[in-house]
């Protein structure tokens, strides 16, 4: 159920090279949101690429 949407980038032969922003989103449908949240963090630890920010706080308030 993961999907990535990608924004803000630009094709340089063969390479996706950012033009900043935000430029990936992830997200999983689950049947709970805590279990969304992990499957989706952990699909982002998979994705390689040379600076990376990763948001810690994405789904915590819906799962208060």
Do not use: Q
């Not at 709970?32 to 915590?60: L, P």
Request: hydrophobic content about 40%.
């Amino acid at each position: 159920n993961i999907k990535g949407f990608i924004a803000g980038r630009r094709l340089a032969k063969t390479d996706i090279i950012s033009s900043g922003g935000r430029v990936l989103n992830v997200t999983e449908t689950e049947l709970s949101i805590k279990e969304a949240r992990e499957k989706a963090y952990n699909a982002i630890e998979k994705i390689k690429v040379e600076t990376k920010y990763i948001r810690k706080d994405i789904a915590c308030r819906a799962m208060t």
